[in-house]
T-cell receptor, first 113, second 115 residues
Framework: AQSVTQLGSHVSVSEGALVLLRCNYSSSVPPYLFWYVQYPNQGLQLLLKYTSAATLVKGINGFEAEFKKSETSFHLTKPSAHMSDAAEYFCAVRNTNAGKSTFGDGTTLTVKP | DVKVTQSSRYLVKRTGEKVFLECVQDMDHENMFWYRQDPGLGLRLIYFSYDVKMKEKGDIPEGYSVSREKKERFSLILESASTNQTSMYLC??????????????FGEGSRLTVL
């Protein structure tokens, strides 16, 4: 079984501030982990993914995430928020041997000028 | 560029109507998925398919069926639409290489309103 918990359905930061979006997962096998971003009226697109090669994963638009097995976490960070980062972010986990992904409930990021 | 195309961005249907949502991908991906997205509930998997003519139930298949007659096309069918099926529907595809399955590629979504 697999599940994802995203802490905080809404996060608000000032432009230039650190972005931290939290994700904890549960998986019975070593997981594949993903962060996706959804801009208004669009589908989801991949931000970054963890596939066991390296624990610190860098993605597009300056985002990165660190896989911490002991904490079962895969938090998303960006050192300096930009107005264009305002979107909804989804963490997802996938069992290694199956194609189904389980998504968290999503976190809406607001960036204040 | 990878592309997943959903036939309708916005649909309005009446209760009891049969509804078809079409999805086409041009990446020769083996796997295709239909998700439903509702505020505060994230994405929930309705059905998925690993190959032509194969389908498996996801987490919320009740009230839905699917069809995959060709590799590139995956259709979601609401046999008799109900108001609680008003939602955003997202189609996605992914590839499998050996034992590894890649990330999901999504269409732009179909927003269905059932009156």
């Amino acid at each position: 079984a697999q599940s994802v918990t995203q802490l905080g359905s809404h996060v608000s930061v000032s432009e230039g501030a650190l972005v931290l979006l939290r994700c904890n997962y549960s998986s019975s096998v070593p997981p594949y982990l993903f962060w996706y971003v959804q801009y208004p009226n669009q589908g989801l697109q991949l931000l970054l993914k963890y596939t066991s090669a390296a624990t610190l994963v860098k993605g597009i638009n300056g985002f990165e995430a660190e896989f911490k097995k002991s904490e079962t976490s895969f938090h998303l960070t960006k050192p300096s928020a930009h107005m264009s980062d305002a979107a909804e972010y989804f963490c997802a986990v996938r069992n290694t041997n199956a194609g189904k992904s389980t998504f968290g409930d999503g976190t809406t990021l607001t960036v204040k000028p | 560029d990878v592309k997943v195309t959903q036939s309708s961005r916005y649909l309005v249907k009446r209760t009891g109507e049969k509804v078809f949502l079409e999805c086409v991908q041009d990446m020769d991906h083996e796997n295709m998925f239909w998700y439903r997205q509702d505020p505060g509930l994230g994405l929930r998997l309705i059905y998925f398919s690993y190959d032509v003519k194969m389908k498996e139930k996801g987490d919320i298949p009740e009230g839905y069926s699917v069809s995959r007659e060709k590799k590139e096309r995956f259709s979601l069918i609401l046999e008799s639409a109900s108001t609680n099926q008003t939602s955003m529907y997202l189609c996605a595809s992914s590839m499998t290489s050996g034992r590894i399955t890649g990330e999901l590629f999504f269409g732009e979504g179909s927003r269905l309103t059932v009156l």
